[in-house]
């Protein structure tokens, strides 16, 4: 005879047992992982030191208020357009050719040497060498590419222009 | 019928097509990308994104309904066909907010990301707007959120014309055009039977099940407050979409690394559906169909998409426990299984091996229940073996084997689909085999399929079908056998069919004789005038399938009822054709693999007898013993073996016969008075009450196997989570107690145990795990290749001489109660829990829409004895009484109550009222045949049933979208207007497949 019965003893682990079996599991790992726990309670140590471990175990706690803050923060005009214009400086430079902007770059830092140099002469310039030396083919190549630039850009504002009307 | 073949041009290269594809499915075939946004393969296509235009011999179409046409030049990546497709995603931004990395439904799958990446999209164009409405979270299971809803209208396309239940519509003549549930209510208070089909096909976020969300992505739990301004932010800033999609995808591809996808078949029906299940840890994300499902495509029901708590319920048994005194103690596996493998040594060398009884599951998988049989033929040594079919298709399988050679389906979902006449026969697929049922909904509304529902009750089916015909109970044999003999009277029988394919037909007609229009009148209830338009739908229809449930099986004629059908199936011609058949509709997900796997009495796997000498010196060679020859016990023998003092022992797994059995007083009793009782269980169930060892099981989602539904078709799940506890899976049980008792078992995995049946069943002989990887699926009788017969009997039937036989039955009376109780009572499923609700009732999703119990009473009886809804009556049988409230509904007719079975307290089950008489070859109980007298307790009371139900909601049915009342918008101007390739003939929406 064994009569319907819903009573159900159940033989929980004690505290100390389940302790005692997680206590285990943790001792397995650290054992197994040994130098790499020592490198790294060493990290902490040096962060706790210089105090980080307390303001990130602030920021932790209070994280949904600080992003709120932080998010509000961003979401003004000024960091919209920083963002905006961080992004465009990078679409920027994205877009330039490296090899270009080498040679243009060698020129320039060619040229603050001769610049530098000539501060040293301590010579004054008269308007007379100053004509003299736009006749120097170095000096017309750099002046024929910054009129290339000034030109792309009109043409570039130009259509921006027409873009708008 | 022979496919035309023919090629066509699709960006310069030349692409195989087949007559009736459209340039889209052409492309998608051999994996070309046309983007579509709102083209789904189970949908079919539905025009609303307009992101599909491609050049099709120089004009601008959609290809998503343009029909592939030989030498068809296509192309879909110049300059204006691009512009075009820009446009259209442009619109649909309009819609929908890109903030992909804080999105739920950035998985790496969102047609919207995935299309507006393709398409380079780089900024929003048209401004984004949000819709003047508030999302709507009433649904205990997903949400609609308008504003990032784009209109697109897969979602109602799926409830309208794959799920057809009618629920959704897009309201095209608003301002703001939104999708609504009926006639614009909550999504809680409408038709919505909660299937999830348009959570599932939503190419975005508007659609998501609530258990997704804050759960899926790294940055989606982040509180309102937080995300607003975030979501502003990078509006504001509008970097461009391509960086916000490679910061998106690269956090997509960081929740792949967090986020388990495994496929599973689902454990609720027998329809068989199979789908990925979504996980974190522990936590179920999402149930996640796919199309290539072969059975449900991205189809489910309430159950299979949202019916999976129990997996984690806090309830699981976790520990063996052991009887001692008023109690349960848990113990450890090895005491329990020392102590189970005692008292069987014990008993058998006491009373011999036939002193124990073993009762299968079918919930659980074809391997174990191929290792229970295993392990009471081969260890115990006795054939007492059962499964739970005997309680409901037994009577189906038998009636099939005697006239057609095999007891299962004849065809598959494929075939009832494209049927030309479908009849089902005391069935409810609509709530119990829900997916199954949307094919016929859909048949029906689409593609002018034919429906004739017979029944007690009208259910949702009868509500759509073209013919409803009401029966007096337990009378189908009789219209059966009537419509066969008016078939053979008219001269309509398919001659040549009967001539060259069946045997029997002399006999078989003379035993219809008394069988006539008058007879069958008289008996059925069912006109004549009825019963000659029944009739004369078989015969004007080219196809026809039968479906069937336990209206037909469980009486105590049900094995002939059975017979009578497929009989006049026979007759008709309607076997070994495509869209014909017999389909008895299997209950449990594997009650067709638990038979397959050989727990039945007198059958090895593959339905081969035990008696027979030769199949059993095969077995007793594989497994190196000598193995009983007579047939054992079934379910209903063992329990009253009890009775009689023949069984001592019974080791019962995954099964709740406590609740299910017939006349469960009589049952309980028995139980209570076995000598040493097992029950291996998930739950601490109603049945484990009565154990003196309980074993904790493992459910589906923590262990491989497979599963065979209804179709005969094998599929494989694979496991989701690690087994809670120390819960084992059931294979992994029998094995240990096997080797406990000697044994020297050693599978490793089921494909092992799969392998082994493999090499001893020829209906299984190619079946194998490399073969069912994934969602790939083998239905059987499986050749030795791996070949498969979704369809039987093309050729020949399952007898030596390749012929059906024709069997004749007559009309067994239903078991007479006596006039006191007065009131027929039928009971059954319901659609929101399965079955008792052992597994569906910890979901509190499923219980806000359903909670208890109900019987369903007439409109005139409740007038004539005062009921109202939520009254509380007391019914009593012979065997018992219950106490449930009523629903008053006109679903039944005149004095025939309706008993749901979603019961768990004991005065509610059903159970409690049924008798133990049974269908006479099968020992199927006769659950269809009860009767009761009813009394009122309180006339009135809550209503059982929580008006946020479906069944309070009113279907706005319409085909498709209606997409042209889009485009008869003002603001909609077409596509092809704004770019130079010409224009467009817009057509009406299409449906393929």
């Known amino acids: 005879m064994a009569k319907a019965i819903t009573q159900i003893r159940r033989v929980d682990p004690t505290p100390e047992e389940l302790q005692a079996q997680s206590i285990t599991k943790i001792i397995g790992a650290l054992a197994e992982n040994g130098e790499s726990i020592i490198k790294m309670l060493d990290i902490v140590s040096q962060l706790d030191q210089t105090g980080i471990l307390d303001a990130l175990d602030a920021i932790l706690k209070k994280r949904v208020d600080v992003a709120e803050i932080m998010i509000q923060q961003m979401n003004q005009p000024t960091m919209h357009k920083i963002m905006k214009n961080g992004m465009n400086i990078f679409k920027f430079l994205g877009s330039l050719n490296p090899e270009q902007i080498r040679m243009l770059m060698d020129g320039v830092g060619h040229g603050i040497d001769k610049a530098t140099a000539r501060e040293s002469d301590d010579k004054k310039t008269s308007l007379w060498s100053l004509g003299k030396a736009m006749k120097k083919p170095e000096v017309k190549e750099s002046l024929t590419m910054m009129v290339s630039i000034l030109e792309g850009m009109g043409e570039s504002l130009q259509r921006e222009k027409d873009h708008v009307h | 019928m022979t496919e035309e073949r023919f090629s066509i041009l699709i960006n310069g290269k030349e692409l195989s097509a087949k007559s009736g594809q459209t340039v889209l499915q052409v492309a998608q075939d051999h994996d070309t990308y046309i983007p579509a946004v709102c083209y789904h393969p189970n949908l079919g296509s539905i025009q609303t994104c307009d992101t599909c235009f491609v ?8 290809a998503c309904v343009t029909k592939a046409e030989p030498g068809m030049k296509v192309d879909s990546l110049s300059e204006p066909i691009k512009d075009a497709q820009y446009e259209a995603m442009s619109r649909i931004l309009k819609n929908h907010e890109l903030y992909c990395t804080v999105c739920d439904n950035n998985n790496g799958n969102c ?77 809680d208070e409408s038709s919505c039977v909660s299937c999830g089909h348009c959570v599932t096909v939503c190419p975005c976020n508007a659609l998501m099940e609530k258990s997704m969300l804050g759960e899926a992505g790294y940055l989606t739990g982040i509180p309102q407050n937080v995300l607003e301004p975030m979501i502003d932010i990078t509006k504001e800033v509008e970097p461009g979409y391509k960086e916000i999609f490679a910061i998106s995808e690269m956090e997509a591809s960081m929740r792949k690394e967090r986020i388990k996808r495994t496929k599973t078949v689902c454990t609720y029906c027998g329809v068989g559906c199979s789908f990925e299940v979504w996980t974190k840890g522990r936590k179920i994300l999402k149930i996640e169909p796919q199309e290539e499902a072969p059975v449900n495509g991205i189809s489910t029901c309430i159950k299979g998409k949202f019916g999976w708590d129990f997996v984690n319920s806090e309830e699981r048994l976790t520990q063996p426990l052991i009887r001692r005194g008023d109690e349960f103690v848990e113990a450890s596996w090895d005491e329990a299984l020392t102590l189970i493998a005692s008292k069987f040594r014990a008993i058998k060398n006491e009373h011999g091996a036939d002193a124990l009884g073993f009762i299968a599951s079918s919930k659980c998988t074809n391997e174990e229940n191929f290792l229970f049989q295993k392990f009471a033929r081969a260890i115990i040594g006795t054939n007492n073996v059962d499964n739970c079919a005997r309680y409901c298709q037994s009577p189906a399988s038998s009636a099939l084997m005697r006239t057609v050679g095999i007891g299962g389906d004849s065809g598959t979902i494929r075939d009832i689909e494209q049927s030309d006449l479908v009849i089902t026969i005391g069935a ?13 909904k859909r048949a029906h509304k689409l593609h002018g399929q034919k429906l004739i529902v017979v029944d007690l009750r009208e259910n949702e089916l009868a509500e759509r079908a073209d013919l409803f015909v009401h029966t007096k109970p337990s009378t189908d044999m009789i219209w059966l056998n009537a419509l066969s003999k008016y078939f053979l009277d008219q001269g309509w029988e398919d001659k040549e069919f009967l001539r060259s394919r069946v045997n029997g037909l002399e006999d078989y007609k003379k035993s219809l004789e008394k069988f006539t229009l008058e007879y069958a009148e008289k008996h059925t209830g069912i006109s004549k005038k009825i019963l000659i338009q029944m009739a ?54 594997n009650v067709q693999g638990a038979c397959d796997f050989g727990t039945m009495p007198g059958w090895f796997p593959g339905y081969e007898a035990v008696e027979d000498d030769e199949v059993r010196a095969r077995y007793e060679k594989a497994w190196e013993v000598k193995l009983p020859k007579d047939p054992g016990y079934d379910n209903h023998q063992m329990v009253e073996g009890v009775e009689k003092g023949d069984l001592k022992a019974l080791y019962l797994f995954g099964e709740e016969m406590a609740i299910v059995d017939s006349n469960i007083n009589y049952v309980d009793k ?34 491989e196997g497979t599963f065979t539904n209804t179709e005969r078709r094998i599929q494989r799940l694979y496991q989701v989570f690690e087994p809670m506890g120390e819960s084992k899976p059931d294979w992994q049980i029998f ?22 049946v493999a090499g001893l069943a020829t209906y299984f002989a190619g079946v194998s795990y490399e073969r069912l990887e994934g969602f790939n699926s083998q239905v059987w009788p499986v050749k030795k290749n791996g070949e498969s017969t979704p369809l039987l009997y093309q050729d020949k039937f399952a007898f030596p001489d390749g012929k059906a036989r024709l069997v004749p039955v007559d009309w067994t009376k239903p078991h007479d109660i006596g006039e006191a109780f007065d009131f027929h009572l039928n009971n059954g499923r319901l659609l929101e829990h399965f079955h008792e609700g052992n597994l569906t009732g910890r979901s509190e999703g499923i219980n806000h829409k359903v909670h208890e119990p109900w019987v369903e009473i007439s409109p005139e009886q409740a007038q004539e004895r005062g009921i109202k809804d939520g009254a509380l009556v007391r019914l009593t049988s012979p065997y018992g009484k219950v106490k449930v409230r009523a629903v008053v509904t006109d679903r039944v007719q005149g004095k025939e109550l309706y008993l749901t079975m979603n019961a768990q307290k004991d005065n509610e089950m059903v159970n409690r009222l049924t008798s133990s008489y049974f269908d006479y070859i099968t020992h199927t109980p006769n659950y269809k045949e009860a009767g009761v007298k009813l009394e009122i307790l309180e006339d009135e009371g809550p209503s059982p049933l929580p008006d946020k139900n479906h069944r309070f909601g009113n279907r706005i049915p319409q085909i498709s979208v209606r997409v042209e009342d889009k485009w008869r918008r003002e603001d909609f101007t077409p596509i092809p207007e704004l770019f130079k390739l010409g224009g467009d003939e817009f057509g009406e929406s299409y449906h393929a497949n």
């Open chain 2, 735 to 756: 094995q240990e107690l096997a080797n406990k008792m000697g044994a020297n078992w050693d599978y490793k995995h089921p494909s092992e145990i799969m392998a082994e």
């Open chain 2, 428 to 440: 409810n697929p609509a709530e119990s085999h829900p997916v199954l049922a949307t094919r016929v």
């Open chain 2, 111 to 187: 047609v919207v990301h995935n299309t507006a990446e393709y398409l380079e999209i780089e900024h929003q164009k048209y401004q984004f707007e949000p819709k003047p409405y508030p999302a709507d979270n009433s649904h205990p299971f997903y949400r609609y959120e308008p504003d990032q809803c784009i209109l697109c209208g897969r979602c109602v396309e799926a409830c309208q014309d794959l799920q057809v239940n009618e629920t959704l519509s897009i309201d095209w003549d608003r301002e703001a055009p939104r999708v609504i549930w009926d006639d614009d209510v909550p999504i």
């Open chain 2, 55 to 62: 050049n099709v011999n120089g004009e601008m179409k959609r």
């Open chain 2, 536 to 589: 004369t739908m078989i015969h004007e229809a080219k196809s026809v399938c039968m479906l069937w449930a336990m209206g037909i099986t469980q009486h105590m004629g049900g094995t002939d009822s059975s017979t009578a059908i497929a009989n006049l199936l026979l007759i008709t011609g309607n076997f070994g054709r495509p869209g014909t058949g017999a389909y008895p509709l299997r209950g449990h997900n």
């Open chain 2, 670 to 703: 028995n139980l209570e008075n076995l000598d040493f009782f097992v029950v291996q269980d998930v739950f601490f169930s109603k049945t484990a009450q009565f154990a003196d060892v309980i074993l904790p099981a493992s459910p589906s989602l923590e262990k």
